[in-house]
């Protein structure tokens, strides 16, 4: 097992390395506007998985895993060469839920926003059901504590 921050070292050595490859050493047309977004390494070094976001749509993303898978025995041999340790991690290229998180966020904040909208439109010029002021006040006489008062 390798320590936290050697695993670390590892994963931000991969990260730097992926990315410059696919800017200046893989010409593959599928690998359109890809971004590393993170690397996880197993503790023992032995995996490497790698999350990359594609901006289009299905089409690019299904082109882009494609192309990664066609390009893993490259990216995996220049990695070892980067890293220098005894063996290189095997790769996994994951596609990151991030940008479909976000978005599912974002339409639940615009969903919350207009019901509080619609409720602020609502509650325009409505009064309360009960007294304006329910509650109890010290300077108010009490008729039931007198009445308790008077029995003892």
Do not use: C, N, W
């Not at 490859?21 to 390494?41: N, S, Y």
């Not at 998985?49 to 025995?73: K, P």
């Not at 615009?110 to 439109?121: C, L, M, N, V």
Request: hydrophobic share 40%.
């Amino acid at each position: 097992m390798a320590d936290e921050a050697r695993q670390r070292k590892v994963q931000d050595r991969i990260q730097q390395t992926v990315a410059s490859m696919l800017g200046r050493r893989i010409k593959d047309p599928r690998l359109g506007f890809v971004t590393i977004t993170d690397v996880r390494v197993t503790g023992d070094l032995q995996h490497a998985s790698i999350f990359y976001t594609v901006l289009g749509g299905d089409e690019d993303r299904a082109a882009t895993a494609r192309a990664f898978e066609s390009a893993q025995g490259i990216i995996r041999s220049e990695v070892g060469k980067a890293l220098g340790i005894r063996l290189t991690p095997t790769l996994e290229f994951i596609p990151d839920a991030l940008p479909e998180s976000a978005a599912a966020l974002e339409d639940a904040l615009a969903a919350a926003k207009a019901r509080d909208e619609q409720i602020a439109r609502a509650s325009v010029g409505a009064s309360y059901a009960g007294d304006p002021d329910p509650y109890r006040h010290d300077d108010e006489e009490d008729e039931e504590g007198d009445e308790d008062e008077a029995g003892l």
